[in-house]
C-alpha cells in the first residue's frame, strides 16, 4: 500500500492506495471528498492521473479514471530521482526551525510524511542536524537535504502518521486546487 495526494477544487488531502485497476482505484481517505468531485490523483514520485469519486463508503472511496492508466508507468520505481518520494500537501503554514543557538520562523511550501519544504533557509547548510516545531503537528528532528537561495528540503527523522498529517492539514489554506493542475 502507497500513499497519494486529491487534489480537488478546493482542498488538498492524503489517502492510502488499496486496490487499483487501470480503469479506477479504492482509496482509504483521511480528507473530505464527494460524490461526483473531479480529484487529481498524484502518486508517489509526482505521477498524476484525473478522476471523478463515483461512492464513498465510511472512510473508503472507489474513484474512476478520466482515461485508463498505465500500471507499469504509474507504480514503477525504477525512475531515477525522486520516484520515491511521498505525496506533498502544498499547504499554507509556518514552522520554527532551530539550528546551533539560532531559532527561525520559516513558511512552509510543501510536506510530506517523511519531509517538508521550506521558504526563508537561507542560513541553513546542506548536511545539518536541525530541530523543527510546526505547532500543533509535530516537533521533530531533521537533516537539510538539499537547498537552492533560501528554499531547503528537510527530512525528519520520524516520519509522520499519514492519518495525523492529514488531520492537521485539513483546517490549513493550500496552495493549489484542481483548477490549478494542467489537465482540465
Not at 57 to 78: C, M, S, V
Amino acid at each position: 500500500m502507497q500513499s497519494a495526494r486529491l487534489i480537488g477544487e478546493k482542498s488538498q488531502s492524503l489517502c492510502i492506495v488499496r486496490d487499483v485497476s487501470e480503469t479506477g482505484m479504492k482509496v482509504r481517505l483521511f480528507g473530505t471528498v464527494a460524490v461526483d468531485d473531479r480529484v487529481c490523483v498524484e502518486f508517489k514520485g509526482g505521477r498524476t492521473v484525473f478522476a471523478s469519486v463515483k461512492w464513498i463508503e465510511d472512510r473508503f472511496a472507489g474513484l474512476a479514471f478520466e482515461t485508463p492508466i498505465d500500471l507499469q508507468k504509474i507504480f514503477d520505481t525504477a525512475q531515477p530521482e525522486y520516484s520515491y518520494r511521498a505525496p506533498r500537501l502544498e499547504i499554507d503554514a509556518t514552522a520554527t526551525v532551530t539550528f546551533g543557538r539560532a531559532k527561525l520562523p520559516m513558511t512552509i511550501l510543501d510536506i510530506s510524511t517523511s519531509g517538508i519544504k521550506l521558504l526563508g533557509g537561507d542560513a541553513l547548510i546542506r548536511g545539518e542536524d536541525v530541530t523543527i516545531d510546526i505547532e500543533g503537528l509535530v516537533r521533530s528532528n531533521a537533516v537539510v537535504k538539499w537547498k537552492a537561495s533560501d528554499l531547503v528540503g528537510l527530512e525528519l527523522e520520524h516520519p509522520i502518521p499519514v492519518e495525523r498529517l492529514a488531520d492537521w492539514a485539513s483546517s490549513r489554506e493550500f496552495r493549489r486546487s484542481l483548477s490549478d493542475m494542467v489537465s482540465i
